[in-house]
Every structure is written in structure tokens, then in C-alpha cells.
């Protein structure tokens, strides 16, 4: 039998992501899927995206990825709980976020 687990609202938090991620390895999942809201509020939310990343994790992306993404177009709002600063945007953009973006990205106003 299949087994999949689904995490959200991580909001940055690496100490309890690190302590789920451990809990599925034991338990031996065999997909995860991340149901949105991976930064913002928390104090690790670079090094959250960069983990997701790494583990290949299907994800689907909740209103605080939107914020980060969308930050420069004027749809976005700004990112409760941290200012989003160039430095941080652009250490954001260093990780390979592809998970986050789907093929073909359109909004309609």
C-alpha cells in the first residue's frame, strides 16, 4: 500500500519541518506532498524552500508563496511577518524553487 503524508502551513519553521522529516522516514512514506504556505512568519523560511527542494516534494503553492513571487509585479501584497528586502529576494532566488511555479503561469485581473 501507498502511503502519502501532507504538511502545511510550515511558515518557516525548520526545527519542526526537520522533526516531521524524521518522523516520515521512520514511519516510511512514500510521498509527501507540501500543501502551500512553506515561508513567512518563521525565521527559516530560505532554508524551509531550500530543504523542500531537496527532498523533491510535490508542492502546491499557498498565498504566502504568491506574496514572494508576485512581489515585483504590484499584484502582491506585502509579506506579513518579514519585509522583503532585495537581499532577501535575492537569496530566494538563488534556491531552485521550480517546485513552486507552474508550467504556464497565468493571472487574469
Request: with cysteine; glycine share 6%.
Amino acid at each position: 500500500m501507498t502511503t502519502l503524508a501532507i504538511l502545511a502551513d510550515i511558515h518557516g519553521n525548520m526545527p519542526a519541518l526537520e522533526a516531521v522529516i524524521k518522523d516520515l522516514r521512520q514511519v516510511g512514506v512514500d510521498h509527501v506532498v507540501v500543501a502551500g504556505d512553506c515561508i513567512n512568519w518563521g525565521p527559516f523560511s530560505l532554508e524551509v524552500v531550500e530543504r523542500i527542494a531537496r527532498e523533491a516534494w510535490a508542492v502546491i503553492r499557498g498565498n504566502n508563496e504568491f506574496y514572494l513571487l508576485d512581489y515585483q509585479t504590484g499584484r502582491a501584497r506585502h509579506l506579513p511577518g518579514a519585509p522583503l528586502t532585495p537581499d532577501l529576494l535575492a537569496r530566494f532566488a538563488e534556491v531552485d524553487a521550480s517546485a513552486y511555479r507552474p508550467p504556464a503561469y497565468q493571472q487574469f485581473d
